[in-house]
């Protein structure tokens, strides 16, 4: 069974550019969720989506927006990019949907996203 | 948002457990507690979760006292495979709410 795929693996983009990133789930999990890694500030949630519907939303600015497909695919995009973006973005699926009771997904390897 | 404390680095010896406690004060009353194992250049894996007591699987055990203020991932007879950053996640993935902590890096010396 394939795992979590996220493309690209590496990117490096200049400030003001957009940038969209794309992750595709296990087949058969319909919730699809968004987290910036940085040395930082650490693990911080974006958003998450399931069923093609944004369910819940972190703390970013409006930059920074997703969708998901009927397939369940999504894709994460970055507008006006600033050196503050730079960072390993990562995704997670999950079968059922993310909510008390249920905390395990499966983690993407990340697209590392360099702004010069 | 629950505050949630962890130690930087532990080292420990191959075939020792290993205990690493993560503290969350303001802990909310439906948040569960729930613990990834990171490799570099990897996504984090689930190791375990739980919201009171113990809970045991495979790989890891978890602790968590009445009051729930504070937990502990045990890891036993570690092997040099399980170096890595352990984060604690107070809250649950997709909520707005969710925090994580910074990491814990955890370093297995032969």
């Known amino acids: 069974k394939a795992g979590v795929t996220q493309t690209p693996r590496y990117l490096i983009k200049t400030r003001g550019q957009q940038v969209t990133l794309s992750c595709s789930p296990i087949?058969?999990?319909?919730?699809v969720s968004w987290y910036q890694q940085t040395p930082g500030q650490g693990l911080q949630f974006l958003f998450e989506y399931f069923s093609e519907t944004q369910r819940n939303k972190g703390n970013f600015p409006g930059r920074f927006s997703g969708r998901q497909f009927s397939n369940s695919r999504s894709e994460m995009n970055v507008s006006t990019l600033e050196l503050g973006d730079s960072a390993l973005y990562l995704c997670a699926s999950s079968l059922r949907g993310l909510g008390a009771g249920n905390t395990e997904a499966f983690f993407g390897q990340g697209t590392r996203l360099t702004v010069v | 948002l629950a505050k949630i404390t962890q130690p930087i680095s532990m080292d420990s010896y191959e075939g020792q457990e290993v205990n690493i406690t993560c503290s969350h004060n303001?802990?909310?009353?439906?948040?569960?507690i729930t613990w990834y194992q990171q490799f570099p250049s990897q996504g984090p894996r689930f190791i375990i979760q739980?919201?009171?007591t113990k809970v045991t699987n495979e790989v890891a055990s978890l602790f968590i006292p009445a009051d729930r203020k504070s937990s502990t991932l045990s890891l036993p007879r570690v092997s040099l495979s399980d170096t890595a950053v352990y984060y604690c996640?107070?809250?649950?993935?997709?909520?707005?709410?969710?925090?994580f902590g910074t990491g814990t890096r955890l370093t297995i010396i032969p």
């Open positions: 087949s058969g999990h319909r919730s």
């Open positions: 996640l107070v809250g649950y993935l997709g909520n707005e709410k969710l925090t």
């Open positions: 739980g919201y009171k």
């Open positions: 303001n802990i909310a009353t439906n948040d569960y």
